[in-house]
């Protein structure tokens, strides 16, 4: 029986915060774990992170303690429309439709009835795409349907006590106007952001003024939507939900929610706060801007584990998410796999990302190296490619063959996209065309049917008796940039070897012009 608690991996730090909430007395059969999704936008690749991480740390609670547990993906459908994205059609229809509810909103790609019905799609979709786990809640579904009501009640019996922790939060003229509830205009359908003039707690009312008049409209059953950071603690206490994971920009929402929802007698959820992802100019990834990159863009260019890896990786640091870190994760998350061995080892990544069941291909091919054949071969054929790679690995498993033909395809994507249009070889001075050429000298020697390592080794050996004996890193740079016209490449034995001896020397001759 494997003790589970020894490990260190932060997805089992993250599930022991929640063991330790259970040994605090709270008494649970199935803990609750939630992720929040603000349909606003199409959905983005922060969403699918967020549920995806929230997932590896709900598989270790599930094996530090073999309790039941469940996922909710809420979607705040219900939540007005304040602006109109840059990424989709029909800007124009959508700008009449400001301050509705999501569900109320038209949908611009003209698919589902409403926006908020379009992006709730799509959130799913690409959440079953991964197999991952979860119960879809709509807010609109639940407000209407009378869900919330009773976690209602207790808001507006708090009303004040809440309105002490959140007006000195807000600034001046906010909190003339501030209100947890915003009703719904019977007449329009738009949400109202107007102040409260009085709350019943007999009828479970409140009284606004609008439009000149006074209303009195009912707090139950979707009549009134709650403003977000009071929602989010009403949902902790609705759903008794025991975890939930944000972005470094709720971290005060997530405070002032807690508060909120230790008034209303309930406990808030563990937390982690991860980094934001940013773009290619370092600007933080965002639904309305449309920047970044898409899941379908990563997927094009890369297998779906490599994704799982980005996010696996460094949850608290700040990270680049462009296509050019699409290779490094590739080879990455390769790297790890082939460390996994047939026993449990829950402190590799990929233990994470296959939930402990191996996918059980093992393989020396790496992203960088079929980007390389690629390059050299000239060929968008991926039977090409495959035919070069049959030569080296003679044999596979349906499963490898399965993974080396995704790797092949989304490699000549890649590198139609953002390699070859970038391609600039260095012409070398005659000091490294000299040791380029010792290069050629010493592979020469080496027999056809010698071993990658072999290759390597006397390609490494030329660099530690040139002048770049105390730099190797930029004795291999120079191999690449004069070969390949990049700065980093594969392994140069292993690439030697799939490509074989006679070719490689070609390619090599080719660059030397000798």
């Not at 303690?65 to 959508?94: C, H, W, Y």
């Not at 994971?245 to 309930?266: N, P, Q, V």
């Not at 920047?291 to 997927?299: A, K, P, T």
């Not at 608290?316 to 462009?322: G, I």
Request: hydrophobic share 35%; with cysteine; net charge neutral.
């Amino acid at each position: 029986m494997i003790d589970y608690n020894q490990y260190k991996s932060w997805p089992f730090v993250e599930a022991k915060k929640i063991l330790k909430r259970l040994e605090s007395g709270q008494t649970k059969k199935k803990i609750i774990f939630e992720t929040g999704y603000g349909p606003s936008g199409l959905p983005h690749i922060g969403t699918f992170g967020e549920v995806l991480r929230t997932n590896m740390v709900r598989f270790c609670f599930e094996k530090l303690t073999g309790m039941e547990t469940d996922l909710i993906a809420f979607s705040d459908d219900m939540d007005g429309f304040r602006k109109v994205p840059e990424n989709v059609p029909n800007k124009e229809q959508l700008s009449k439709f400001l301050d509705y509810p999501l569900t109320s909103v038209p949908d611009p790609f003209e698919k589902f009835n409403s926006f908020g019905e379009h992006n709730n799609a799509k959130l799913v979709e690409f959440l079953n795409r991964f197999n991952l786990p979860f119960t879809f809640k709509s807010s609109t579904e639940a407000y209407k349907s009378g869900i919330f009501n009773e976690t209602i009640k207790k808001i507006l019996l708090n009303y004040e006590k809440i309105l002490n922790v959140v007006l000195p939060t807000l600034g001046e003229d906010r909190r003339k106007t501030y209100s947890p509830f915003f009703p719904i205009d019977e007449n329009t359908g738009k949400i109202l952001q107007v102040p409260v003039n009085e709350v019943n707690t007999d009828d479970f009312t409140i009284s606004y003024i609008f439009e000149g008049k006074t209303h009195v409209k009912s707090v139950l059953d979707g009549h009134c939507k709650l403003q977000w950071k009071v929602d989010w603690a009403m949902r902790w206490a609705a759903f008794g939900v025991d975890y939930e994971m944000c972005g470094k920009d709720l971290t005060d929402s997530y405070a002032l929610s807690s508060k909120i929802c230790r008034i209303i007698g309930s406990t808030p959820p563990e937390n982690l706060i991860y980094e934001l992802f940013l773009d290619e100019n370092a600007e933080k990834i965002s639904k309305s801007k449309g920047n970044g990159i898409s899941i379908d863009d990563w997927l094009k260019y890369s297998i779906e584990e490599s994704l799982a890896m980005f996010m696996y990786q460094r949850p608290t640091t700040a990270k680049k998410l462009y296509f050019d870190v699409i290779p490094k994760n590739t080879d990455e998350y390769l790297a790890h796999l082939n460390k996994w061995q047939d026993e449990e080892m829950p402190d590799n990544p990929t233990w994470h990302i296959h939930k402990n069941n191996n996918p059980g291909y093992y393989s020396k091919i790496n992203y960088s190296l079929i980007l390389n054949l690629i390059s050299v071969c000239k060929s968008n054929d991926p039977n090409v490619i495959l035919g070069l790679i049959k030569n080296y690995q003679t044999s596979f498993s349906t499963i490898e063959l399965d993974y080396i033909n995704r790797m092949i395809s989304c490699g000549i994507n890649f590198f139609t996209d953002f390699i070859q249009p970038k391609l600039k070889f260095k012409i070398p001075n005659s000091e490294e065309l000299s040791i380029l050429k010792n290069v050629v000298l010493e592979i020469n020697k080496i027999d056809e049917s010698a071993e990658a390592d072999d290759f390597q080794s006397v390609i490494f050996s030329v660099g530690k008796n040139s002048q770049f004996k105390d730099d190797i890193k930029s004795f291999f740079k120079l191999i690449y940039e004069v070969v390949f016209g990049q700065e980093n490449g594969p392994r140069l034995g292993s690439f030697i070897k799939i490509y074989t001896k006679e070719k490689s020397l070609e390619l090599f001759k080719s660059k030397l012009n000798v």
